[in-house]
């Protein structure tokens, strides 16, 4: 089975970066689809961003050009840069992977989410 860990939240001024990790274990085969998603309070959780193997990634209108997803494959580990950050951008940022892993020889589809790790966004 496949585990995500989250982290790299806080407290961050406006106009400040923050980046967020998230690191996948788990006897992984593939990655099909990672996304990065948010939910503030008294709202909806909403995609942040989100990319499909061979496939350009998708941001919110609200976040583009100040966000960016990156992945490590080699350590299954997925990034959301978080530049420019705004109030609104005050949430409890969630990761998804999306994929396959093998157990007894066997591959079966995993849809995993993070824990969760909040971010900040105040003077």
């Known amino acids: 089975q496949v585990q995500l860990v989250e982290s790299g939240g806080g407290l961050v001024q406006p106009g400040g970066s923050q980046r967020l990790s998230c690191a996948a274990s788990g006897s992984i085969f593939t990655i099909k689809a990672m996304g990065w998603y948010r939910q503030a309070p008294g709202k909806e959780r909403e995609l942040v961003a989100a990319?499909?193997?061979?496939?350009?990634?998708n941001y919110a209108d609200s976040v583009k050009g100040r966000f960016s997803l990156s992945r490590d494959n080699a350590k299954n580990t997925v990034f959301l840069q978080m530049n420019s950050l705004k109030p609104e951008d005050t949430a409890v940022y969630y990761c998804?992977?999306?994929?396959?892993?093998?157990?007894?020889?066997?591959?079966?589809?995993?849809?995993?989410w993070g824990q969760g790790t909040l971010v900040t966004v105040s003077s």
């Open positions: 998804n992977l999306r994929g396959m892993y093998i157990l007894a020889e066997k591959y079966y589809s995993f849809d995993a």
């Open positions: 990319v499909t193997s061979g496939d350009s990634t």
